[in-house]
Each structure stands twice: as C-alpha cells, then as structure tokens.
C-alpha cells in the first residue's frame, strides 16, 4: 500500500510574529488527527523555517529519537547535556532523548534557515541521553538509529536517475527537494509517502532531487 500525502496538506503551525514557520506531517501540538498519529515509529516530520534570529527556546524532550536534516542555512543546537554544535546543510543531527533532555534550537546566522526534523518512538523507553552529529553524509550512506528499529538513507538524485527504495516492512519517503516518480505517483518538494508491503519499487528523478527514506522495522 502506498499512502500520498502531499505538501499543501501539512498542518501549518509555529509563530509568525516570532519569525517561525512550521508545517506538520502528523498530529502535532494543538493539531489533533486520531487517523495520523503516526507510522511505524515515526511520530513527526517537521519542516521548520526559522527567520535570523528566532528559534526554538530550551524544552524539555524524552522518550523520542529527534533526528534533524538541514535543508539550507546553519541551525545552532544547545542541550542540557553540555553540546553545542551548528549543523548545515548535508550533516544528519541525532539527539536521543531517552529519559530527559532539554535543548534550544535556534537561527544565528543573518540568513534563512530551513530544516527537517524527525521524531521516532523507541523500542524500549529511558536510558541516559546521547547525541551525534555526522558531518556530510555522503550520498546512499544509510545512518541507523537502532532506539528505534529505523534506518535513514539520504539520495541525492540527478535528472533521469534510478534509485531502488529500501525492501522493508514499513518506508516512509520525504521529498526534500526536487520531483520524482514513485510507481504510478509524482511526488514534489514537502510530499511525502507511507509505503507498507511495497517490495521492488524505484524511485525515479524527473528533476535533481533530495530525499529521505525511512527504511522501518514494522508499520
């Protein structure tokens, strides 16, 4: 089964005035759809935009894998464990909550900042928090996050490329940037998809393109 969601039917949240723009996949904060709670373990895919000089002030998190992809601009991280980091564009952030952390998120540079953030529900909650960056994935490096049963692969797509989307129980399929295929469907930049008992299946470029697979133990 493929299931299509497209950009334009996001719950828009965030703070205007506060130069936050937010645009929600699933349920999310005062948002509440009981049929989109979540898929597998994917609880939130955010795309956030954060004018220079806003963000996100610290907040308390647990029990959630909150892994972050830059789209353009540099997004300064702080969190109650001691890091502080500024992640770009091409570099996979990773928090794990685990049994608590705060954190700050926040736009310090004098342009744009535009990100995806996604939460993932781990298999067994608590723990002791833990954080990684990974400077410039490369293209096809697939990045685990074992807490919860899930592998991320990033695919950086030229015009008329190919590319195979992962044989799992569960894939979800994030469009960054670009317009592609996938079967019988287009998908363009913000367009997602949930894709259950789908093996065999390509991916196809129509322009360049960048996208976030999801490779899911279940659904």
Excluded: K
Excluded at 60 to 71: A, L, Y
Excluded at 93 to 98: E, K, R, T, V
Excluded at 100 to 110: D, F, K, L, M, T
């Amino acid at each position: 089964m493929i299931s299509v969601r497209r950009a334009h039917e996001r719950y828009r949240g965030g703070d205007a005035a506060a130069g936050i723009a937010s645009l929600h996949a699933f349920s999310f904060g005062g948002f509440y759809d009981p049929d989109n709670l979540r898929f597998g373990p994917v609880l939130a895919c955010n795309e956030e935009r954060l004018a220079p000089g806003a963000g996100f002030d610290e907040h308390p998190h647990s029990h959630t894998e909150i892994v972050t992809w830059v789209v353009e601009g540099e997004l300064t991280h702080r969190d109650s464990t001691g890091h502080a980091t500024i992640v770009r564009a091409g570099d996979v952030q990773h928090l794990s909550s685990a049994g608590g952390v705060r954190h700050e998120e926040r736009n310090e540079s004098p342009a744009p900042l535009v990100f995806v953030q996604m939460w993932l529900a781990p298999q067994h909650p608590g723990g002791t928090p833990s954080y990684e960056i990974v400077r410039g994935i490369a293209d096809s490096t697939p990045y685990a996050v074992l807490a919860a049963g899930a592998m991320l692969h990033v695919r950086r797509l030229t015009p008329g490329e190919r590319t195979a989307v992962p044989d799992a129980p569960g894939v979800y399929v994030h469009v960054v940037r670009g317009e592609v295929a996938l079967g019988a469907e287009w998908l363009g930049p913000g367009d997602s998809a949930r894709l259950t008992g789908e093996p065999g299946l390509d991916v196809i470029a129509r322009t360049g393109a960048e996208l976030l697979f999801w490779e899911l133990n279940e659904t």
